[in-house]
């Protein structure tokens, strides 16, 4: 079996006095989407962001066999790492097309190259390349900061409740975009409630209660 693209171990969150996450282990694999799946305050964002080095963890992070757990936020993110936060914060004030190049990590060729991707992906984006991100409809907006995110060509992609505020139809749209990340290789990890969501598009799907990663749903 190939060297899984994520590897936490024990991997354990506090915020002060209060226990967020509590020896989590997972693993999720290129090509493949990891669901994590639990009410709110479960633990989810804790870990998504501990992954990312937002917050303080004890544990162990292996990206690709490699130990990243001492490495800094901005580290994690040019070693192959990249977060899609809950509630989208793209830039308002810029357009779509300058919203993706914050995202980007390489050259004109290939900043152009994944601009070209991203709206395949995306064809609304493309439509609307000159708009700012504030006149984008909440769906929008959320295609926007996963396009932004696959500027840097990460190989984990890491989502915190992207199907928060849609509506069914963009829902599905925002689903199969990340059948599609997956596809072209990355290992796409998301933070969930909405198992309906995540269920038909998930390869492994893992539930956390109470800051446990609990068995599969």
């Given at each position: 079996m190939t060297q899984p693209a994520l590897d936490i171990r024990s991997l354990s969150v506090n915020h002060g006095a209060v226990t967020a996450l509590r020896g989590a282990r997972f693993t999720a694999r290129s090509g493949e989407i990891t669901a994590l799946i639990g009410a709110n305050g479960a633990g989810k964002s804790s870990l998504l962001r501990a992954i990312i080095g937002l917050v303080a963890s004890v544990g162990d992070i292996l990206l690709e066999g490699e130990s990243i757990t001492h490495l800094a936020t901005e580290d994690r993110i040019r070693a192959g790492l990249a977060l899609v936060p809950e509630g989208r914060r793209v830039f308002p004030g810029l357009t779509v097309a300058d919203n993706l190049l914050v995202g980007s990590l390489?050259?004109?060729?290939?900043?152009?190259?994944?601009?070209?991707?991203?709206?395949?992906?995306?064809?609304?984006?493309?439509?609307?390349?000159?708009?700012?991100?504030?006149?984008?409809?909440?769906?929008?907006?959320?295609?926007?900061?996963?396009?932004?995110a696959f500027m840097?060509?990460?190989?984990?992609?890491?989502?915190?409740?992207?199907?928060?505020?849609?509506?069914?139809?963009?829902?599905?749209?925002?689903?199969?975009?990340?059948?599609?990340?997956?596809?072209?290789?990355?290992?796409?990890?998301?933070?969930?409630?909405?198992?309906?969501?995540?269920?038909?598009?998930?390869?492994?799907?893992?539930?956390?209660?109470?800051g446990l990663v609990m068995s599969p749903a």
């Amino acid at each position: 079996m190939t060297q899984p693209a994520l590897d936490i171990r024990s991997l354990s969150v506090n915020h002060g006095a209060v226990t967020a996450l509590r020896g989590a282990r997972f693993t999720a694999r290129s090509g493949e989407i990891t669901a994590l799946i639990g009410a709110n305050g479960a633990g989810k964002s804790s870990l998504l962001r501990a992954i990312i080095g937002l917050v303080a963890s004890v544990g162990d992070i292996l990206l690709e066999g490699e130990s990243i757990t001492h490495l800094a936020t901005e580290d994690r993110i040019r070693a192959g790492l990249a977060l899609v936060p809950e509630g989208r914060r793209v830039f308002p004030g810029l357009t779509v097309a300058d919203n993706l190049l914050v995202g980007s990590l390489g050259g004109r060729r290939e900043r152009q190259h994944s601009i070209d991707e991203v709206y395949a992906l995306f064809p609304p984006l493309a439509e609307r390349a000159s708009d700012r991100a504030w006149q984008l409809s909440g769906g929008q907006q959320q295609m926007l900061a996963i396009g932004r995110a696959f500027m840097a060509r990460p190989r984990v992609f890491l989502l915190d409740e992207p199907s928060l505020g849609l509506s069914p139809r963009i829902t599905h749209d925002v689903a199969e975009s990340l059948r599609a990340l997956a596809a072209k290789g990355a290992a796409v990890v998301i933070g969930e409630q909405n198992l309906g969501f995540v269920k038909p598009i998930a390869d492994q799907t893992i539930t956390l209660r109470n800051g446990l990663v609990m068995s599969p749903a």
